[in-house]
């Protein structure tokens, strides 16, 4: 069927579609002739057609899939009905809810605020009969797999962990000793671009001496290399530099879409040790060809990125805020330094250099701020002032005065791009505001007392951009704050982290992980599954080494934003396929949870603790983390149904709030979350097979038309963001 109709991008006509609506009635014919006769009935129109499937559907669900009839009214959610929906009654649970917004127009942001209109079954009914009709051949493909469900010609396969595992052996990662190699000589060659760039234009701290030699001058660099200041002051900023330091091997298009991009000001920022990680090689000498495909796919920019620069919206409404007046979710803020959504946790963004990043990720969700110009890599201006310390002291004062925030995340930016003695200060900062918490409590009645402090957290791409930066000075701070943290109720301390994929953990980054913990920070980390990121097996490869080195997988993040993300965005179908049928595999048992519990305390036994689970119950790795998205809107979820599609193929999905954690008064107000994704799941499986994978292993996800956030996992009880 698929193989019928090669562009999406031109309208079906019934002259090139023959082929398509013979294959869907003979489906229907053998599997549902009643749905056939119905939609074949021209004088079947409008409201008519639509109350004769509802009745036909609502017969068949009844009757033979009551616990799929139970999850459609909302009599039975939970998560234990959703994985007893089969693919047939899923299947007509989705026609239906296509029929109760049949008709319906949806504001699409992808379009700059247009309506689109879903009219499935318009269209699905003016294919059968003959008709011409305007859609595409990704609607078709879509339409095409859900009567094939309907009709049990598609019926879901699990696949086993032995194919799993097999998956997850096609995807290397930076501690392998073949990836080690060809990084080693990689970055040989860029020591050597390194000081032809200092001889050119040397700096106060990094120059050479008149006397040095070539091998002298290479040695110079190399210890400069352990040195952080060194990446950033000589990190790359142009788009002719970065194809430089990547051997030219940038392709025409790529260099013209950065080319583009840095006219347009967005900014370019690599570090030369990020750069290192990137295979320059032709594809015929890499071991694994398209290895640091995740890697390349946040560095360089799509030009969607680049035409939409400039009238990027906002996809999280609580970042547009006013100091002083309630934001999206209904808090009122102290400074623009604070972002809340929830009643017990604020994120806190300081105005010192941890407003800048090692890098610039393309999917950053702070996009919107630097075509704002609120972010930048100026990174000397970026320095507190004198006024800092008086604005800490206020922003502090608002969550000591808070009956509800427990939490603090202390984010950017990049919360270790702040120096040292900033960091220091912004952590002494919150031990005072702890213990004026407790010292306020004393105070109070029982009934009365405030939140206390219970948990701070520090987000962090450094382990990844640059792990050179966790510096003893750091961990001495980290070390510091741990000890007295404990003595004014503090119970966790967390490094959040974003890594997406096995190849960005290095024999540094394993050294600055391991050196966190030792410190008594637990390390968390948030994948963001993009395109690259979401083939078979990866993230379960990733969690694997992540276990490996004493991290905890916390969630794994559906790329959020409208068109400027198209191009990374994986589909809430595949999140959905990758946590059922892969991420399942590093299932925890129930008999571990009390263990669970103990992690985040101990994080200098976090391998060790880790182990004891793996190897107790023979699984390759423990997935604690959560797939979902940020919804835009307040909060995230993995909660949804499809209730419609464009005539392109994007699906419309409405999401349910995630009901096991506190949320802000708002969200009563607030109802369903619609989302229209980016692209079709016809474009997605595109875009897959171009990276070399094998599309048939993916066939299962035209099922996935609904989904369930999974329960907290027991390490991560009472966590709240």
Not at 190 to 195: M, S, Y
Not at 234 to 247: E, G
Request: charged share 25%; hydrophobic share 40%; with cysteine.
């Amino acid at each position: 069927i698929l193989t019928d109709f090669v562009d999406a991008g031109y309208p079906m006509r019934m002259s090139t579609n023959k082929r398509m609506i013979k294959t869907l009635v003979e489906h229907l014919v053998e599997g549902d002739p009643r749905l056939l006769a119905i939609l074949q009935e021209s004088t079947l129109v409008g409201d008519a057609l639509i109350e004769r499937l509802r009745s036909h559907i609502t017969t068949i669900l009844q009757a033979h899939y009551p616990k799929a009839w139970a999850y459609y009214t909302g009599e039975q959610q939970s998560e234990e009905t959703y994985y007893k929906l089969v693919s047939t009654s899923m299947a007509y649970m989705r026609m239906l809810d296509y029929l109760d917004y049949e008709g319906q127009a949806f504001v699409d942001q992808n379009l700059h605020g247009q309506e689109v209109v879903s009219q499935p079954i318009t269209l699905l009914a003016a294919l059968i009969r003959g008709e011409e009709c305007e859609c595409t051949a990704d609607f078709v493909a879509d339409m095409a797999h859900l009567i094939g469900q309907i009709c049990g010609i598609e019926a879901r396969q699990i696949p086993t962990r032995k194919m799993v595992e097999a998956w997850m052996d096609r995807h290397p990662s930076g501690l392998d000793e073949a990836t080690v190699a060809w990084r080693s000589a990689n970055k040989e060659r860029i020591i050597a671009l390194l000081v032809r760039r200092i001889e050119e234009k040397p700096s106060q701290r990094w120059a050479f001496e008149a006397t040095m030699g070539e091998e002298e001058k290479r040695q110079a660099v190399r210890r400069w290399w352990d040195d952080d200041r060194f990446h950033l002051f000589w990190a790359v900023r142009s788009a002719q530099m970065l194809n430089t330091f990547l051997d030219n091997s940038l392709s025409d298009e790529e260099l013209a879409i950065m080319q583009s991009a840095e006219k347009k000001g967005i900014p370019i920022f690599a570090t030369p040790y990020f750069l290192s990680l990137i295979d320059t090689r032709p594809l015929k000498e890499q071991e694994f060809p398209r290895s640091d495909i995740v890697i390349r796919s946040y560095l360089l920019y799509s030009q969607d990125l680049v035409d939409e620069f400039g009238q990027i919206v906002a996809w999280e409404k609580e970042d547009i805020a006013e100091v002083g007046k309630p934001n999206a979710a209904g808090w009122v803020l102290p400074s623009r330094n604070v972002h809340r959504r929830y009643p017990n946790v604020a994120i806190f963004i300081p105005d010192t250099m941890g407003r800048a990043c090692g890098g610039l990720c393309s999917y950053c969700q702070r996009m919107y701020d630097f075509q704002a110009g609120r972010f930048n890599f100026e990174l000397e201006k970026l320095k507190p002032t004198a006024s800092w310390a008086e604005q800490l002291a206020v922003n502090m004062q608002y969550f000591r005065t808070d009956p509800y925030l427990s939490d603090i995340l202390i984010t950017g930016g990049d919360a270790f791009m702040s120096s040292p003695r900033s960091l220091a200060q912004i952590l002494d900062a919150v031990i005072e505001m702890a213990k004026g918490k407790i010292e306020d409590n004393a105070l109070r009645s029982e009934g009365e007392q405030y939140a206390p402090m219970k948990r701070v957290r520090l987000g962090t791409k450094i382990p990844v951009y640059l792990p050179q930066r966790i510096t003893d000075e750091l961990v001495g701070v980290l070390r510091s704050f741990k000890t007295r943290a404990e003595e004014v109720g503090i119970e966790e301390c967390i490094v959040q982290t974003h890594i997406s994929t096995a190849m960005e953990i290095t024999v540094e980054t394993k050294e600055a992980v391991s050196r966190l913990l030792e410190a008594g920070w637990a390390v968390t980390n948030q994948e963001v599954f993009t395109v690259a990121a979401s083939r078979r097996g990866h993230s379960a490869k990733l969690r694997k080494v992540l276990n490996d080195i004493g991290v905890l997988p916390y969630y794994n993040f559906s790329v959020k934003g409208f068109k400027e993300n198209r191009e990374l965005f994986a589909t809430n179908a595949r999140s959905m396929q990758e946590q059922v049928e892969e991420a399942s595999i590093g299932q925890i048992a129930q008999r571990y949870h009390s263990v669970l519990r103990t992690f985040l305390q101990q994080a200098h036994k976090m391998v060790e603790n880790t182990n004891i689970i793996r190897d107790g119950d023979e699984i390759p790795f423990i997935s604690p983390d959560r797939n979902t998205i940020n919804l835009p809107a307040v909060g995230k979820s993995n909660t949804f149904r499809t209730i419609g599609i464009t005539a392109d193929g994007r699906r419309i999905l409405r999401f349910e709030f995630d009901h096991s954690r506190p949320h802000s008064p708002i969200i009563e107000e607030l109802g369903h979350v619609i989302i229209i994704e980016s692209k079709s799941i016809s474009a997605y499986l595109r875009q897959l097979e171009a990276m070399g994978e094998d599309i048939e292993q993916y066939e299962s996800i035209w099922e996935y038309s609904a989904g369930s956030l999974e329960p907290r996992s027991a390490v991560f009880e009472g966590t709240a963001f």
